[in-house]
């Protein structure tokens, strides 16, 4: 069973930067394909982030491109994002999600972690 960790979270300035960090135990890293997903209040949870096994392919949401950057390190099983330029637009929890590959959903998603950016 995968266990996923965030960290990172806060409150911010607008045009501020965050970096999120995701620690996971419990499976082979490498072969999960990870993300992060982010919920505000009142609004359904969205996808933010998404990042292959190896790095090589990575997908953004239209909202967050040239902003976020997702990254992976699979010798230390972690994936972070990197959020420049951050808007009011952005505040919600962040959660950190992963899926083996082949598979249509995310099977694991950490506790989420809260990022707050103030105008």
């Known amino acids: 069973q995968v266990q996923l960790a965030e960290s990172g979270g806060g409150l911010v300035q607008a045009g501020d930067s965050l970096r999120l960090s995701c620690s996971a135990s419990?499976?082979?890293?490498?072969?999960?394909?990870m993300g992060w997903f982010r919920q505000a209040p009142g609004k359904e949870r969205e996808f933010v982030a998404g990042?292959?096994?190896?790095?090589?392919?990575?997908d953004y949401a239209d909202s967050v491109k040239g902003r976020f950057t997702i990254s992976r390190d699979n010798a230390k099983k972690t994936v972070s994002l990197q959020m420049n330029s951050l808007k009011s637009e952005d505040t919600a929890v962040y959660y950190c999600?992963?899926?083996?590959?082949?598979?249509?959903?995310?099977?694991?998603w950490g506790q989420g972690t809260q990022v707050t950016v103030s105008s």
């Open positions: 999600v992963g899926r083996w590959v082949g598979a249509q959903e995310y099977n694991y």
């Open positions: 419990g499976g082979t890293f490498s072969l999960l394909a």
């Open positions: 990042i292959s096994r190896t790095g090589g392919t990575t």
